[in-house]
Each structure stands twice: as C-alpha cells, then as structure tokens.
C-alpha cells in the first residue's frame, strides 16, 4: 500500500492523499508537478527514475488506511537535486 507521503521532498508543498499535483517515482519518493516539471525534468533525484501521477485513495478508505504524517525534505530543497 501507497505511504501517500503528506509533502513535496523539494519545495515542501502540501500534498493531501488526494491532491492531483502529487508526483511519485517507483521509490514512492515523492514530489509536487512543478518541482517535476521545471526543476526535476521528470527524473527522480534520489535514485534517477521517472514519475507517475500518485493515485488517489478513496476518502472512504482513508480512516481505515491514512496517509502518512512523515514529512521527507531535502535539506536544501531542489537545489540538492
């Protein structure tokens, strides 16, 4: 299951469960579509893979299976990248 990680890891943006701008590589490494499309170029700085949409859980299902409150930054933002 999807950890829905609640942030952008460059610019921490808040990404709900069900935000539309929430990126995620195959590490589920997770980051905003701006931060993918103007800085990152669709490739993943952590371990150089592309991204997806990240699906979006049903409301009903998240009292059952939350999100994760775990916020992962990068420590200088995409400028790490």
């Given at each position: 299951?999807?950890?829905?990680?609640?942030?952008?890891?460059?610019?921490?943006?808040?990404?709900?469960?069900?935000?539309?701008?929430?990126?995620?590589?195959?590490?589920?490494?997770?980051?905003?579509?701006?931060c993918?499309?103007?800085?990152?170029?669709?490739?993943?700085?952590?371990?150089?893979?592309?991204?997806?949409?990240?699906?979006?859980?049903?409301?009903?299902?998240?009292?059952?299976?939350p999100?994760?409150?775990?916020?992962?930054?990068?420590?200088?933002?995409?400028?790490?990248?």
């Amino acid at each position: 299951m999807l950890e829905l990680r609640p942030n952008c890891e460059c610019c921490d943006r808040d990404l709900p469960f069900d935000s539309p701008e929430a990126r995620i590589c195959t590490f589920e490494c997770t980051f905003c579509a701006a931060c993918v499309d103007r800085v990152l170029k669709g490739v993943c700085p952590n371990c150089g893979g592309g991204f997806v949409r990240r699906p979006i859980r049903p409301a009903s299902l998240m009292t059952k299976y939350p999100a994760s409150t775990k916020r992962v930054l990068k420590p200088r933002g995409c400028a790490a990248a």
